[in-house]
């Protein structure tokens, strides 16, 4: 598709973003948060696509100075991926958990050095490791970059 020029605005609150969308202000919105994909979904006139097939790696870092995850076990503890993809992207249209660090699409996902073991996940496991961590069922804090 051909256009005559495209303006990029930066709208740093995203439900001003998704109300720009709605009035028409705007024609496209990179990356809603998954939290808004259902007022997204809602709106006859908004389509929510994946654009980029590939995907994009998503990566989550501990604050290892504090607690739980400044014991080991706690953060051994956090290997399910699935679940993870759950709080990123509730709608599992949206998100796919992947084997490589590579991602899906790349020929590296053949060399078993670079794979994750998918079938991991083991919650009585990491509930195990958690109490062994000394961690006591207080809320962690989640930021999101």
């Keep these: ?15 001003t973003a998704i109300a720009a969308l709605q009035a028409g ?12 994909y259902p007022m997204i979904g809602s709106d006859p006139n908004l389509e929510l696509q994946v654009l980029n097939k590939p995907g994009l790696d998503v990566c989550l870092r501990l604050n290892h100075l504090q ?16 679940a993870f993809m759950r709080v990123m992207s509730p709608d ?8 490589s660090i590579f991602g ?3 020929s590296l996902l ?25 961690y006591n069922g207080k ?5 999101q970059h």
């Excluded at 598709?1 to 439900?15: K, Y």
């Excluded at 599992?92 to 084997?99: D, I, V």
């Excluded at 809320?139 to 930021?143: D, E, F, P, Q, S």
Aim: hydrophobic share 30%; net charge negative.
């Design 110 to 134: 053949q060399r078993r050095e670079y794979t994750v073991d998918k079938n991991g996940s083991d919650p009585d496991r990491a509930g195990q490791l958690f109490q062994e961590a000394g």
């Design 25 to 36: 202000e705007i024609d496209y919105f990179e990356t809603p948060p998954a939290d808004l």
């Design 67 to 82: 607690k739980p995850f400044d014991n080991l076990k706690a953060r051994q503890a956090l290997i399910d991926q699935e």
């Design 104 to 106: 899906e699409w790349d």
């Design 1 to 15: 598709m051909n256009v005559d020029r495209v303006i990029r605005q930066n709208i740093s609150d995203q439900q």
């Design 92 to 99: 599992p249209k949206y998100s796919s958990t992947a084997l």
């Design 139 to 143: 809320k962690v804090v989640i930021l």
